[in-house]
């Protein structure tokens, strides 16, 4: 099993994104060219459970990781936002859902791996 490690985390490297796992929203705070996966739970069903974390060696992980800044670290929660905003007026969210059509192509290219 090959694992990287952050400084602080230990993370399994897959090539694909477990049905039960999301994006972890760390930003740049991820070793550079790999995608953080968490599972998620606890009373509020937002603490991420560090003995499962995983992460996929990706080129792009970073296209990803610029574009869930807003809560959208799915598929389906991508494709929900950019269908919903995607005529939206307001400068800012037109960005987004631009910065989401991108991450979205990569996010499609790990799905079709499995």
Same mark, same amino acid.
């Given at each position: 099993m090959n694992k990287i490690i952050d400084g602080k985390y230990t993370f399994e490297i897959i090539d694909y994104?477990?049905?039960? $796992?999301?994006?972890? =929203?760390? /930003?740049? =705070?991820?070793?550079? #060219? $790999?995608?953080?996966?968490? @599972?998620? #739970? /606890?009373?509020? #069903?937002? @603490?991420? =459970?560090?003995?499962?974390?995983k992460a996929i060696k990706l080129k792009d992980a970073q296209t990803i990781l610029n574009a869930i800044g807003w809560g959208q670290n799915t598929i389906k929660q991508m494709e929900t936002y950019i269908k919903r905003y995607k005529n939206s007026k307001r400068k800012m969210t037109q960005q987004h859902v631009e910065k989401l059509k991108v991450a979205l192509k990569v996010m499609y290219s790990i799905d079709d791996r499995r």
């Open positions: 994104i477990p049905c039960d $796992y999301v994006i972890w =929203n760390v /930003g740049r =705070n991820m070793v550079d #060219g $790999y995608l953080p996966l968490v @599972q998620l #739970g /606890g009373e509020d #069903g937002f @603490q991420v =459970n560090t003995k499962t974390m």
